[in-house]
């Protein structure tokens, strides 16, 4: 671990707790920040409860109350409502969900309009911003669902109090939001639901028709963040007749559809999300003719995956960070780092993370690197446990100002599984700056091998002993294409 400086310019430290961060500049704060991107973070793992831990589920019951009268207000005002929906299946069924109850509350279907953030992009960004306002100047009601969230300005003008805007989520947001919204969170409320559920509950007791035709919707975004082995424990929602009524299988399929648009070189969230809000049950949705372009797309990004998934991961000099470097136009990194984070076996591994040179452009054109970190899985339970937010904030500490990490962001801290596996979001940079980063961290050093340690082509990872026996490792590939195949 480098030695963490004094940095005067990062003011607020970060908490011991998975945050996002951003990478900007000093100098050029604000269009640095615009060109940032936080997306694909979904993490499970245990939090213990924590001061701010609210007794409440799925929410405050004060946020709760206030969430469903602005929902009321909007269908009795007959407002035009722009619902932003994050692209996984979490977010997709949350848009869905809303978008079902303010029809069923009465709302005109035609006075709700759909967005989605730009490749690569962060809701938070002066680009999205006057994307929203250009786009949709009618709209004076928005809903925002699983997007994360901070403090700081407005998400759009509120032009005097016309403009209202819900942030319905359960991301970590250091209990800050944007200056004239109104949230709904889950955050500190144990074990913390996903926004599809938070969203169902939001508005399951408002109309009869909801919970029948929005509660496969709930476990899709539960499947989608925690996965289908999840327990429906107290107190949440014993939703056993639904997942018996529409079937396990199929859900977890509808799962897999609709998350592959968001990560091919189109990002193509909207057909996922016709999918979606068109289908009155996951069978539905699979036989659509929608289902087969999501095929494709899911076969797409499933032949990048195999395509980059042998990267040999290269070490720093310690052999706590692994870096696999991919150059694909899909949004695959975050599924090569978990990938590896499983596989590689090492007692001082700490991180693992997947730089992408291939996913977003600058907005002038310049190479941007997406990267995406885990904790490996071979940290046991009771081994302390890494911080990647403390690792990337103490290497950046030491490029002089160069680079700075900011911990105000969102991430996901989901109390429901028992799973020490935890994800990053992903970040964008200028390609000069991740390389000052890889730098400090000190990837790709030269690892002293001892005299009789087997010399295989300088690779590191044999000196560090992360290559297991031949054998056992051509059986461990043979299972992986197997895998790859099937999925
Ligand atoms: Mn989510």
Redesign the pocket.
């Known amino acids: 671990m480098p030695p963490k400086k004094n940095n005067s310019k990062r003011k607020n430290p970060p908490e011991k707790v998975q945050q996002s961060l951003k990478f900007f500049k000093v100098k050029e704060e604000t269009s640095e920040e615009s060109r940032l991107s936080d997306e694909g973070a ?1 993490i499970c793992l245990v939090v213990p409860k924590h001061e701010g831990s609210c007794s409440e589920w799925p929410a405050p019951s004060i946020q709760m109350e206030e969430g469903r009268k602005f929902l009321m207000e909007t269908v009795e005002g007959k407002h035009n409502v722009l619902i932003i929906p ?1 692209k996984d299946a ?2 997709l069924s949350s848009g869905a969900i809303a978008l079902r109850s303010l029809v069923i509350l009465g709302l005109p279907r035609d006075k709700i309009k759909i967005h989605f953030v730009s490749k690569g992009q962060s809701l938070h960004t002066k680009e999205e911003r006057e994307k929203i306002e250009q786009g949709f100047p009618d709209v004076t009601r928005i809903i925002i669902l ?1 997007q994360g969230s901070r403090g700081g300005k407005e998400i759009v003008d509120p032009k005097e109090g016309k403009v209202k805007v819900l942030i319905v989520d ?1 991301h970590h947001s250091k209990g800050e939001h944007p200056d004239h919204s109104q949230f709904v969170t889950a955050q500190n409320s144990y074990p913390i639901a ?2 599809s559920l938070l969203t169902y509950m939001l508005v399951r007791d408002l109309h009869p028709q909801i919970p029948e035709k929005c509660d496969w919707l709930a476990v899709i975004g539960v499947y989608g ?1 925690l996965s289908a082995s999840v327990k429906w424990v107290d107190p949440w929602p014993d939703m056993t007749a639904t997942i018996k009524r529409y079937g396990k299988t199929k859900m977890t399929e509808a799962v897999s559809l609709i998350n592959a648009p968001r990560r091919t070189s189109q990002y193509d969230p909207e057909t996922a999300w016709k999918a979606i809000v068109d289908a009155e049950s996951p069978n539905q949705l699979l036989t659509s003719t929608d289902a087969e372009s999501l095929r494709e797309a899911r076969q797409q990004v499933n032949a990048e995956i195999a395509r980059w998934s042998r990267t040999p991961p290269v070490f720093n000099d310690e052999g706590t960070v692994a870096l696999l470097r991919i150059n694909s136009p899909c949004q695959i990194h975050p599924v090569i780092a978990t990938r590896w984070s499983n596989s590689i076996k090492s007692k001082h591994l700490k991180m693992v993370m997947c730089s992408n040179s291939g996913y977003t452009e600058g907005s002038n054109g310049e190479k941007r690197v997406n990267f995406s970190c885990r904790i490996p899985k071979s940290i046991k339970d009771g081994d302390e446990c890494p911080n990647l937010q403390d690792i990337l904030v103490q290497y950046s500490d030491q490029l002089e100002g160069a680079l700075y990490m900011r911990d105000h962001l969102m991430s ?1 801290r989901l109390s429901r599984e028992e799973s020490r596996f935890r994800s990053w979001p992903q970040r964008s940079n200028s390609e000069d700056d991740f390389e000052q980063l890889v730098q400090v961290m000190r990837i790709g050093f030269k690892v002293e091998a001892k005299p009789k340690a087997p010399v295989n082509g300088g690779n590191t990872l044999d000196k560090l002993g992360f290559f297991k026996p031949k054998e056992e490792k051509k059986e461990e590939e043979k299972k992986e294409e197997e895998n790859l195949c099937t999925k």
């Open positions: 979904t994050d979490d977010g699983d359960h996903t926004s963040d996901d």
